[in-house]
């Protein structure tokens, strides 16, 4: 699937502006001169700029009638269309049953699941699968401090 670049520039904009004007609502920290607001006002910034110069590079392609959209064709081959949909749909999945179920259990099926369905071997998509979801919890939830969902494990992590 391709989008001529002016339109993408327009969905950049649109997010980096989402960003700056949700973050502008964030603390800051006592005694600081920057807060939880620096980081997503930077990425929205940096969005905001990228998505200016697509919107220029869609507008000035050079003179060429491009398409708003236009299928790739290896969207027409119907397991890679399976695919977009599975990452699409784990996502999608991961927001309405993480609260619920938590975490852990959420990212070791996804992961499975995407592993299987991309034909990596059953062993190593379960240790795969395993290992990473591991990973994700240490880094996220006890290096990084990020409150991930516990769900049916809540008092046992």
Same mark, same amino acid.
């Given at each position: 699937?391709?989008f001529?670049?002016?339109v ?15 973050? !502008? ?12 607001? #620096? ?14 110069l ?7 392609a050079?003179?060429?009638?491009i398409?708003?959209?236009t299928?790739?064709?290896?969207? #027409? ?9 599975? /990452?699409?749909?784990a ?12 975490? /852990?259990? /959420? ?21 795969l699968?395993? !290992?990473?979801?591991a ?6 939830a ?16």
């Amino acid at each position: 699937m391709r989008f001529n670049d002016a339109v993408l520039g327009a969905v950049f904009i649109a997010l980096a502006l989402y960003m700056i004007i949700t973050a !502008a609502g964030f603390p800051s920290f006592a005694g600081q001169p920057y807060g939880a607001s #620096l980081f997503p006002t930077v990425m929205g910034g940096g969005f905001l700029i990228g998505g200016a110069l697509l919107v220029i590079r869609g507008l000035t392609a050079a003179g060429r009638e491009i398409p708003a959209f236009t299928a790739d064709p290896a969207l #027409l081959v119907p397991r890679n269309g399976i695919s977009v949909a599975l /990452i699409v749909g784990a996502i999608v999945f991961y927001v309405v049953l993480a609260d619920t179920v938590g975490f /852990i259990p /959420i990212a070791l099926v996804i992961l499975l699941g995407l592993f299987l369905w991309f034909r990596v071997k059953v062993v190593t998509a379960l240790l795969l699968s395993v !290992a990473v979801t591991a990973l994700s919890f240490w880094f996220f939830a006890i290096m990084l401090r990020v409150p991930l969902p516990r769900g049916w494990l809540t008092g046992i992590v």
